[in-house]
């Protein structure tokens, strides 16, 4: 059997599209799946999301990486109110409700740890900024590309939008990245650089792309159709 690295872009509570992609890839344990980020917010089933990830290491190995979504969600859990109020408007409370919240007049920091499961905090805890192989690179946005890797500013990294030409990476390595939404449902393909995120939680696609050895895409609506 063969060893595959397989990325897989923004799931923004997609979980109908994640649950049909991994029955498509099939993943055994010789594989490597890494998530781009953004499991949550937005779409209508993060719970689902989390859930199926964090069940994932006892079939592959998983490498989750920290998007934006989640480092709001993590200020949430560690701050005040204005840490909710931020969140809430980028949809924040989709997560919330799929984790049983029925709504009322002012969300505090208590109710949302109540709400979510210590695993699935924990998950969120253990996202890495990126991850590198040989020849590629995994981060959830842009980069500065004349800075290592180990040097980046990820934090503040995790919110770029992308230039209208992205520059090619220092390291020389193919960067892989979400975050910003290819609206027409491809990933943006300039061979040092590739965007896979496909914008599933507005009604296009989540996309799977196996970066080593080959270069199969998978690609999964939230009505469960593989493309």
Known sequence: ?????????DIHGCSTALATLIEAIQPTELD?????????DRGPDSKGVLDQIIALPQRCTVVPLMGNHEEMLQAVLDGGQSEIKFWLTFGGAAVLASYGWKGRSELRTSDVRQLIPREHVEFVK???DYFETVRHFFAHAYYDPNLPLNQQKWSGLR?????SV???????????????PQKGGDILDLGYFKCIDTYCHGGGWLTALEVEPGRQVWQANEAGVLR
């Open 32 to 40: 490597t799946l890494v998530f781009l980020g953004d499991y949550i």
């Open 126 to 128: 253990s996202c890495r």
């Open 1 to 9: 059997m063969i060893e595959r690295i397989i990325a897989i872009g």
């Open 159 to 163: 919110w770029a939008s992308l230039p």
């Open 166 to 180: 992205p520059e090619r990476h220092c390291s020389g390595k193919v960067a892989i990245v979400g975050h910003t």
